[in-house]
């Protein structure tokens, strides 16, 4: 792109060998030195005056409208100098093109970003209404059967409401689930750091889920290198609850007759926690999405399997506030492999 002196200079250049041509015409026959001399003084002067209007009037003319565009740009920290100086960069236009064009790519990219998130927002939002309606019709389906006659029959109506009472299990469960990743996403994530066995910490876990796992006809497994002492600095409600979540996920998903593994592995200033099982394994195009709230890798089991899809999501969070983050390792049919860490006590 031309700077205003280039087109200034060209324009010059142009009127004043327009003038040496009317002049030659004109004045054909030059009677002395001093006549010659003259006519070039005068060129010259036609070829000064001209670009100095031109050249005036075609940078007032460009910085009308660089002033207009500068103020539509006005989260570049150049602008403010370039608006309160004299434009003599001989760039300007150039110095314009570059700036617009990023400023057109970073709108481009915010604009993509909020593409992105709405599309989050309407998937979560359906997710979510799914997961309510599932228990809620369940609930209205059996207290209008005991209200139209079966809570008469005693072979019937404790059994319609045990299992309306497990429905609300489950939506008090994703309530409780909700506001605990409300809490984590929307500010810090308080936490009440303790030193703590990590491996006791799982062996109780291992307790807790013994009947789901014997249900689910899963071994649980424990493997370090030293399965007496494994002292971590962490919050131990939280890092229980990222366990516990880890594990049974692994025992929903597993094959009968399997297995679950936690390992620990010592690195130096922290403890590497390895959760490792047999099961179905993951396809690597659902591994980038696997922490998102409600997302199934495979929607039409998964509706079939307790939980509220918000496990992952919590565990991401819940690391993530102490510092460290999770990673998953998994192959179709051949299992899946969590892997995080906490900080050495």
């Known amino acids: 792109m031309k700077s205003s002196k280039s087109i200034a200079l060209r324009i010059a250049l142009i009127v004043s060998i327009t003038a040496l041509v009317v002049m030659c015409l004109v004045y054909r026959n030059l009677h002395t030195i001093t006549d010659f001399y003259k006519m070039v003084l005068v060129i010259l002067l036609i070829m000064g005056v001209t670009f100095f209007i031109v050249n005036f009037y075609l940078e007032k003319f460009l ?11 006005n989260n570049f920290k150049r602008t403010k100098s370039i608006l309160n100086s004299e434009v003599k960069d001989s760039d300007l236009l150039e110095e314009v093109n570059r700036d617009v064009h990023a400023w057109t790519q970073d709108k481009l990219g915010k604009i993509e970003e909020l593409q992105i998130q709405e599309n989050f927002r309407k998937e979560f939002i359906g997710n979510l209404s799914h997961e309510l309606k599932t228990p809620l019709f369940t609930i209205q389906g059996y207290i209008l059967t005991l209200l139209d ?42 936490l009440i750091k303790e030193k703590f066995d990590i491996v006791n910490l799982t062996n109780e876990v291992f307790e807790l889920l013994e009947s789901t796992s014997a249900r689910s006809e899963i071994e649980l497994r424990l493997k370090s290198s030293n399965q007496k002492f494994e002292f971590v600095n962490a919050d131990k409600e939280k890092i229980t609850q990222v366990i516990t979540n880890l594990l049974l996920n692994s025992v929903k998903y597993g094959n009968k007759g399997g297995y679950t593994e936690v390992r620990f592995y010592d690195m130096d200033d922290t403890i590497l926690i390895e959760i490792k099982d047999d099961g179905i394994g993951i396809e690597e195009k659902h591994l980038p999405r696997l922490f998102e709230r409600f997302y199934r890798v495979d929607k039409s089991r998964s509706r079939h399997i307790a939980g509220t899809g918000l496990g992952l999501a919590i565990t991401k969070h819940i690391l993530e506030a102490h510092g460290h983050h999770i990673s998953v390792r998994s192959s179709l049919g051949k299992g899946s492999t969590f892997a995080f860490s906490l900080t050495k006590a």
Do not use: C, W
Not at 63 to 73: A, D, G, S
Not at 157 to 172: C, D, G, I, P
């Open 63 to 73: 910085l009308e409208r660089v002033k207009v565009i500068y103020k539509t740009i």
């Open 149 to 190: 006659g079966a809570l008469d029959d005693p072979q019937h109506n404790e059994l319609f409401l045990k299992k309306a009472a497990k429905s609300v299990a489950r939506m008090t469960a994703l309530l409780e689930d909700l506001d605990s990743i409300t809490a984590a996403e929307g500010a810090e994530l308080p």
